[in-house]
């Protein structure tokens, strides 16, 4: 695969961490594609009758349903100007300005629990914190698995990407344009060196 620089924005992290809000945020920011890889999930599941959960449990033992996801990333590669919040996008697109939203555990499922509460979401379970505790660990545990057997790959591993923010105490806005800002740095550097970075709330972007 070709190192050189893409206008291309790939964001990961595990779920509640504002993937696909700070996604949407930044591509308003740049005047970019947003790229859902979780609404083609969903899409797939819906389309063989399957809940999420039914189809990352039968992707444990069809690699099938995670390839075909995978190919349509890594042909978006030789796109431009895409944000796409994914959970490998980070690797079939190595050459995106890569980007992992970190955030602690307890806040997640707080995040989640407050979404279902407040914006009417779907939950793929019952709705109670303790439910949605077991459903973030089975998730994430599933997808280390699937992705470790298939490519050799923990994408909750900070070290693949070029910039990580831990998004606990700031919305997705703050954190857009925090990642716009060191996206435009990448660009115009020749040697990037990763960045780790906490966005303290009740800075100039808040």
């Given at each position: 695969?070709?190192?050189?620089?893409k206008?291309?924005?790939?964001?990961?992290?595990?779920?509640?961490?504002?993937?696909s809000?700070?996604?949407?945020?930044?591509?308003?920011?740049l005047?970019?594609?947003?790229?859902?890889?979780?609404?083609?999930?969903?899409?797939?599941?819906?389309?063989?009758?399957?809940t999420l959960?039914?189809?990352?449990?039968?992707?444990?033992?069809?690699?099938?349903?995670?390839q075909?996801?995978d190919?349509?990333?890594e042909?978006?590669?030789?796109?431009?100007?895409?944000v796409?919040d994914?959970?490998?996008g980070?690797?079939?697109?190595p050459?995106?300005?890569r980007?992992y939203?970190e955030?602690d555990?307890?806040?997640a499922i707080a995040r989640?629990?407050?979404?279902?509460e407040?914006e009417g979401r779907?939950?793929?379970?019952?709705?109670?914190l303790?439910?949605?505790?077991?459903?973030?660990?089975?998730r994430t545990?599933?997808?280390r698995?699937?992705?470790?057997?298939?490519?050799?790959?923990?994408?909750?591993?900070?070290?693949h990407y070029d910039l990580?923010i831990?998004?606990?105490?700031?919305?997705?806005m703050t954190?857009?344009?925090w990642v716009?800002?060191r996206?435009?740095?990448w660009?115009?550097?020749?040697?990037?060196?990763?960045?780790?970075?906490?966005?303290?709330?009740?800075n100039?972007y808040?």
């Open positions: 695969m070709s190192t050189s620089k206008h291309i924005i790939t964001i990961a992290g595990k779920p509640g961490s504002g993937k809000s700070t996604a949407q945020e930044i591509a308003k920011l005047g970019y594609k947003h790229v859902s890889a979780g609404k083609m999930v969903r899409k797939i599941a819906q389309e063989n009758g399957m959960e039914e189809f990352n449990a039968r992707a444990l033992e069809d690699s099938k349903l995670d075909k996801i190919r349509y990333l042909r978006l590669g030789s796109k431009s100007d895409l796409i994914s959970r490998l980070f690797h079939w697109i050459q995106s300005f980007v939203l955030l555990s307890d806040i989640i629990f407050r979404d279902i407040t779907v939950p793929e379970h019952s709705g109670s303790d439910e949605i505790w077991e459903h973030v660990q089975a545990q599933n997808e698995t699937r992705f470790k057997k298939l490519y050799n790959i923990d994408p909750f591993q900070s070290t990580v831990h998004t606990e105490r700031n919305n997705p954190v857009a344009l716009h800002d996206y435009q740095e660009l115009k550097t020749d040697r990037w060196r990763p960045v780790t970075e906490k966005v303290e709330a009740g100039a808040s």
